[in-house]
Every structure is written in structure tokens, then in C-alpha cells.
């Protein structure tokens, strides 16, 4: 089936993947980045408000401890993690239905379950501290599950668009939106926090430890917060909404060539042969399920390749992210508890987040958008395992050291930011998108990532437990331990191939070449590289314009 340069026979696949980068794609980005804009935003804000909960509701009146009220464990785990749970949950379901009745039905779902949630999330229904924090775990948890259902369905609708040139790219620039998201939830709660402080001043909880809790101001702040998280998926509900279908999914899944052709007409603005008898060939030689000796004869090693390194991935990135709050002290970014007043705490750890998220977190992601599709996935993942787990180490080892050179701390934890998404937390979210077939392209990549989410539960429950008390011996640690989970991670890498440069058919099999995503991954980069005399003289063959579907984007 397949043609000279290794894309499909059928029209239609070929005309994505040599369409030059056109409106509609940036379009897609967009659209498919603000779901991930929100998810970031959702997930991660609540480290920012979490010891300022701790505060308002785990303070015993008229206590005389010395420090201030602090979330109990249990609670500490749950409020962290419960949304986790939901995502992985969520990931799965979405992720199979995705494949089974389409990406765009159950794309908009997505979007008002967060939404609504995240509204929920800022409510209680009553005042008690097991009102308040059952009834957070409560919405957080289905937070957690739309939020998953983002993940398949996003990567999924960026790769199935895209062309094979700037693929990685795009889909990279969806996830990108992530770390946009993890600026604004510091920056949120540090704006909302420094209003209501401004009007609310408080003494330090060792002068006053009653007065330092700022009731009932603070118990605002951290609602407010919440519930923000609502406005960005509401805001790109509708365009969402008037998506089209993608038409690898119209043509190889529903089995309607003619309707694919006409979509992408619309799209790309060219003449399409439908090709119904092409298409029932193509589709009968790919007609085999996800659990089946077929599936796991040409991507068996490749699903295991990219669920343990996510899996792994997820371990280090969201202990990275939730126990912020618990490293900070030790990098002299914010003040002891007992010396500020609750809105100042949560005050300097915001500011501590968003700066951390702006100068290591946020431009990895862009250089990721800027490389992938020049060094391939395989080398960037490569790398950032290798780098995430030598920082580790080092702040780890040198921890007793590194509490009293605060710039040097800061410097390697801002590193490992940077190399985790100029690195693994970019690529595992775009090798699936990639490497699997269209019949199960969705629910593969929900496997993957519910693995991550699988890791990210063992930080939120596990590793959490290491730094709650923030004692040295234990964040020491807890930093070995991440640092021997991103060597793992970088030698599960071998089990995952090379795919830039080539269509999904071809990285797949489906185009007749059962061998082309299975390769080495030395001989998969090499397969990738470079751009071959057809890609151009296809490029000059499908204009820009996209005329029609942006009109109906607009309507």
C-alpha cells in the first residue's frame, strides 16, 4: 500500500501530510492549547492554596502551638491527589470513546465538566472542615476527570490534522499551553491574594495567631482562585464545538471517504478523490483490535515504551510541583510560617511558583516546540531523563549545602524544570499521538497517559509523604529517589522509536509496511530525516487558503 516516499495511497491522508502550515492549524493549537491552559491551571493551583486551607481549618481555636494549623495527612494527600485519581479515570474512559464514537462528540463533554467543576470546586456545602474539604475532594476529583479526557482527545485531534513536517511541533505547542497554564495559577493567586491582603491586614502568627488566619477574607481568596479556572474552558467551549471531525477518523474508522474528502476540502481548500474502494482495502489490511497478537506483535514493546516512561516521567514532574511549598523555605524564597500572616504565605508561594514556572518552567516547553522536529523526540527525551536525574542527584546530595546558597538551589531546581519539559513531559504526551494505529490511536494514548497519571498518584501519595514534615533527611531523600526514577525513565527511552518526519500511516504500518514503526531507534531517525522532492512539489500542489472553515469558525 504504500507509495514511493512512504505515505499512504489514499488522497486524502496525503493531502494533510504535505499541506503547508496554514490558519486553520494554528487555529487547532489554540483551541486544543486552552484545554490544556486549563487543565495546567486546575491542577496546579491548588499548591498554592493548600497551606492557606491548613490555616483556615486545621487551627484549633485558642490553640498555642507554635506553628500554624497545617492540612493532616490525610488530608494533605487527598486534597493533592484526588484530582490525579480522577484524570487517570477519566484519560481511560474519554480516551476509549474517543475511538469509538469520534474525537469531536466527546470533545466538548470535556470542556463543561471542567468548567462546572471547577465552580464546584470553590464551594462547600456547609462550614465544617469536613464540609469544606469533602466537598473540594468531591469536585476536584471530577475536575480530574474531564481534565483527562483533554489528554487522548487533544493529542489525538493536533496529530490527525497536522502535516508530517511540523507534526511534532504542533502537537508540542498544544501541551506547551500546560506550562502557560502553571504561570497563571501562580499568578492568579498571587494577584488575588495581594488584593484582599491590601484591604486585610493582619499581624504574624506569632503576634496574634488568631488574627493572623484573616477570617473570613482568606477563606475567599482561595475560592476565588478555584473557581477562575472555570472562565478559559467556557471561553473556547463554542469554538471547540465547531471543530470538524478529523478525517483520518471520518475515513478509516466511520469508513466514509467522501465525507473526509469533503471536510478536508473545506479545510484545505482542494479537489479530493473520495476513493471508497482504496479506503476498504486500506482499512482491511488495519482492521485488527487493541488486544489482539497483531497489535502486539507490531506495537507491543512500543505501548510498554511509552506508559513506563510517563509513568516515570510523572513522578518526578508533579513531586516537582506539589511539594514547591515544602522546598521553598529551603530556598529562601518565602519567610517561616509562624512569621507571616495566612494571605503573606500564600502570597510569597505563589510568587514563588510563577517565578520558578517563568524562568524554568515555561521555556523548556517552547524550545521543545522549536527542536522537536529537528532533533527528533527520541534524542530530546534522551536528554532530559539523563539531565533531570543529574540535578536530582546533586540537589539531593548537596542538600545541607544548598539550604545555605540559596541562588545555587535555586539554579538546579529551576534546571530540572526546564529539562523535564525540554525533555520527557513534552515528548511522552507526543510519541503517542504518533506511533499507534487510527482504529485505537486515542485509547493507546489514554493508556499512556493514565500511566503518568499512575505516577503522578505515587508522588502525590508517596513521595508527599517524604517532604510533609519538611525534614532534611527525608527531602533528601525524596530527591535520590526522583533522581534513580529519571534514569529509569531514560533506558525504558530505548524501547520507543524515532517518528519525525513520517506520516502516521507509515510510523503505524498502516500504509502496508508492518516493519516502519518498529524499527531501532537509531534506524527510525535516520528513516525520519530530511525532506524528499515530493513532499515539495506536494506542498506547491495544495494551497494555504482555508477560506471556508475559517468562515465557519467565525460564524
Given at each position: 500500500?504504500?507509495?514511493?516516499?512512504?505515505?499512504?495511497?489514499?488522497?486524502?491522508?496525503?493531502?494533510l501530510?504535505?499541506?503547508?502550515t496554514?490558519?486553520?492549524?494554528?487555529?487547532?493549537?489554540?483551541i486544543?492549547?486552552?484545554?490544556?491552559?486549563?487543565?495546567?491551571y486546575?491542577?496546579f493551583?491548588?499548591?498554592t492554596?493548600?497551606?492557606?486551607?491548613?490555616?483556615?481549618?486545621?487551627q484549633?481555636d485558642?490553640s498555642?502551638?507554635?506553628?500554624?494549623?497545617?492540612?493532616?495527612?490525610?488530608?494533605?494527600?487527598?486534597?493533592?491527589?484526588?484530582?490525579?485519581?480522577?484524570?487517570?479515570?477519566?484519560?481511560?474512559?474519554?480516551?476509549?470513546f474517543?475511538?469509538?464514537?469520534?474525537?469531536?462528540r466527546?470533545y466538548?463533554?470535556?470542556?463543561?465538566?471542567m468548567a462546572a467543576?471547577a465552580?464546584?470546586s470553590?464551594?462547600?456545602f456547609?462550614s465544617?472542615?469536613?464540609?469544606?474539604?469533602g466537598?473540594?475532594?468531591?469536585?476536584?476529583?471530577?475536575?480530574g476527570?474531564?481534565?483527562g479526557?483533554?489528554y487522548?482527545l487533544s493529542a489525538?485531534?493536533?496529530?490527525?490534522?497536522?502535516?508530517?513536517?511540523?507534526?511534532?511541533?504542533?502537537i508540542?505547542?498544544?501541551?506547551?499551553m500546560?506550562?502557560?497554564?502553571i504561570?497563571?495559577?501562580?499568578?492568579v493567586?498571587m494577584?488575588?491574594?495581594?488584593?484582599?491582603?491590601?484591604?486585610?491586614?493582619?499581624?504574624?502568627?506569632t503576634?496574634?495567631h488568631d488574627?493572623s488566619?484573616q477570617?473570613?477574607?482568606?477563606?475567599?481568596?482561595?475560592?476565588?482562585v478555584?473557581?477562575?479556572?472555570?472562565?478559559?474552558?467556557?471561553?473556547?467551549?463554542?469554538?471547540?464545538m465547531?471543530?470538524p471531525e478529523?478525517?483520518?477518523?471520518?475515513?478509516?474508522?466511520?469508513g466514509?471517504?467522501?465525507?473526509a474528502?469533503?471536510?478536508?476540502?473545506?479545510?484545505?481548500?482542494?479537489?479530493?478523490?473520495?476513493?471508497?474502494?482504496?479506503?476498504?482495502?486500506?482499512?482491511?489490511?488495519?482492521?485488527?483490535p487493541l488486544?489482539?497478537?497483531?497489535f502486539?506483535?507490531?506495537?507491543?514493546?512500543?505501548?510498554?515504551?511509552?506508559?513506563?516512561?510517563?509513568?516515570?516521567?510523572?513522578?518526578a514532574?508533579?513531586?516537582?510541583?506539589?511539594?514547591q511549598?515544602?522546598?521553598?523555605p529551603?530556598?529562601?524564597?518565602?519567610s517561616?510560617a509562624a512569621?507571616?500572616n495566612?494571605?503573606?504565605?500564600?502570597?510569597q508561594?505563589?510568587?514563588?511558583?510563577?517565578?520558578v514556572?517563568?524562568?524554568?518552567?515555561f521555556?523548556?516547553?517552547?524550545?521543545?516546540?522549536a527542536?522537536?522536529?529537528?532533533?527528533?523526540?527520541?534524542m530530546?527525551?534522551?536528554?532530559?531523563?539523563?539531565?533531570m536525574?543529574?540535578?536530582?542527584?546533586?540537589?539531593?546530595i548537596?542538600?545541607?549545602y544548598?539550604?545555605?546558597?540559596?541562588?545555587?538551589?535555586?539554579?538546579?531546581?529551576?534546571?530540572?524544570?526546564?529539562?523535564?519539559?525540554?525533555g520527557?513531559?513534552?515528548t511522552?504526551?507526543?510519541?503517542?499521538?504518533?506511533?499507534?494505529?487510527?482504529r485505537?490511536r486515542s485509547?493507546?494514548?489514554?493508556?499512556?497517559?493514565?500511566?503518568?497519571?499512575?505516577?503522578?498518584i505515587?508522588a502525590?501519595?508517596?513521595?508527599?509523604?517524604?517532604?510533609?514534615?519538611s525534614?532534611?533527611?527525608?527531602?533528601?531523600k525524596?530527591?535520590?529517589?526522583l533522581?534513580?526514577?529519571n534514569?529509569l525513565?531514560?533506558?525504558?527511552t530505548?524501547?520507543?522509536?524515532?517518528?519525525m518526519?513520517?506520516?502516521l500511516e507509515?510510523?503505524s504500518?498502516?500504509?502496508g509496511n508492518?516493519?516502519?514503526?518498529?524499527?531501532?531507534?537509531?534506524?527510525?531517525v535516520?528513516?525520519?530525516?530530511?525532506?524528499?522532492?515530493?513532499?515539495?512539489?506536494?506542498?506547491?500542489?495544495?494551497?494555504?487558503?482555508?477560506?471556508?472553515?475559517q468562515?465557519?469558525?467565525?460564524?
Amino acid at each position: 500500500m504504500a507509495d514511493a516516499d512512504g505515505g499512504s495511497n489514499l488522497a486524502v491522508l496525503d493531502a494533510l501530510d504535505s499541506a503547508r502550515t496554514q490558519m486553520y492549524h494554528m487555529k487547532a493549537i489554540v483551541i486544543a492549547g486552552m484545554g490544556f491552559f486549563t487543565d495546567a491551571y486546575d491542577l496546579f493551583c491548588i499548591s498554592t492554596v493548600s497551606k492557606l486551607l491548613g490555616r483556615l481549618y486545621y487551627q484549633p481555636d485558642g490553640s498555642t502551638d507554635s506553628k500554624p494549623g497545617g492540612l493532616s495527612k490525610t488530608a494533605n494527600n487527598m486534597v493533592n491527589g484526588v484530582a490525579l485519581v480522577g484524570t487517570l479515570m477519566g484519560q481511560l474512559v474519554f480516551g476509549y470513546f474517543g475511538d469509538k464514537l469520534g474525537r469531536k462528540r466527546v470533545y466538548g463533554v470535556t470542556l463543561v465538566l471542567m468548567a462546572a467543576c471547577a465552580i464546584g470546586s470553590g464551594l462547600s456545602f456547609g462550614s465544617s472542615r469536613k464540609a469544606v474539604i469533602g466537598t473540594l475532594c468531591f469536585f476536584r476529583f471530577w475536575l480530574g476527570f474531564g481534565i483527562g479526557g483533554d489528554y487522548p482527545l487533544s493529542a489525538t485531534i493536533m496529530s490527525e490534522y497536522s502535516n508530517k513536517k511540523t507534526r511534532g511541533a504542533f502537537i508540542a505547542a498544544v501541551f506547551a499551553m500546560q506550562g502557560v497554564g502553571i504561570i497563571f495559577a501562580g499568578l492568579v493567586s498571587m494577584i488575588v491574594s495581594s488584593i484582599f491582603l491590601r484591604y486585610n491586614k493582619a499581624p504574624s502568627y506569632t503576634e496574634n495567631h488568631d488574627l493572623s488566619r484573616q477570617m473570613p477574607a482568606a477563606d475567599y481568596v482561595w475560592r476565588i482562585v478555584l473557581m477562575i479556572g472555570a472562565f478559559p474552558a467556557l471561553a473556547t467551549f463554542y469554538w471547540r464545538m465547531k471543530m470538524p471531525e478529523t478525517a483520518r477518523y471520518t475515513a478509516i474508522i466511520d469508513g466514509n471517504a467522501k465525507q473526509a474528502a469533503n471536510d478536508m476540502q473545506k479545510v484545505l481548500s482542494i479537489e479530493i478523490e473520495a476513493e471508497q474502494e482504496k479506503l476498504a482495502k486500506f482499512n482491511a489490511a488495519n482492521n485488527y483490535p487493541l488486544l489482539s497478537m497483531e497489535f502486539a506483535r507490531r506495537h507491543g514493546l512500543h505501548l510498554i515504551g511509552t506508559t513506563t516512561t510517563w509513568f516515570l516521567l510523572d513522578i518526578a514532574f508533579y513531586s516537582q510541583n506539589l511539594t514547591q511549598k515544602d522546598i521553598f523555605p529551603a530556598m529562601g524564597l518565602i519567610s517561616g510560617a509562624a512569621e507571616v500572616n495566612a494571605l503573606t504565605e500564600m502570597f510569597q508561594i505563589s510568587k514563588a511558583s510563577f517565578l520558578v514556572a517563568l524562568l524554568g518552567t515555561f521555556p523548556g516547553y517552547w524550545v521543545t516546540v522549536a527542536l522537536i522536529d529537528k532533533m527528533g523526540r527520541y534524542m530530546i527525551q534522551l536528554i532530559g531523563f539523563f539531565m533531570m536525574s543529574m540535578f536530582m542527584l546533586a540537589m539531593g546530595i548537596l542538600y545541607d549545602y544548598l539550604k545555605t546558597h540559596h541562588f545555587l538551589f535555586g539554579l538546579l531546581y529551576a534546571l530540572t524544570f526546564f529539562f523535564a519539559n525540554f525533555g520527557p513531559n513534552s515528548t511522552t504526551f507526543v510519541l503517542p499521538a504518533e506511533l499507534f494505529p487510527t482504529r485505537v490511536r486515542s485509547t493507546c494514548h489514554a493508556i499512556s497517559a493514565a500511566a503518568g497519571k499512575a505516577g503522578a498518584i505515587v508522588a502525590a501519595f508517596g513521595i508527599q509523604k517524604l517532604t510533609y514534615n519538611s525534614q532534611v533527611k527525608s527531602i533528601k531523600k525524596a530527591l535520590i529517589i526522583l533522581s534513580i526514577t529519571n534514569m529509569l525513565g531514560f533506558f525504558f527511552t530505548f524501547l520507543v522509536p524515532e517518528t519525525m518526519g513520517r506520516s502516521l500511516e507509515e510510523i503505524s504500518g498502516e500504509d502496508g509496511n508492518t516493519g516502519a514503526g518498529g524499527g531501532s531507534a537509531p534506524a527510525a531517525v535516520n528513516a525520519g530525516v530530511g525532506v524528499s522532492a515530493s513532499d515539495v512539489s506536494r506542498d506547491e500542489k495544495f494551497p494555504a487558503s482555508s477560506t471556508e472553515w475559517q468562515t465557519s469558525m467565525h460564524a
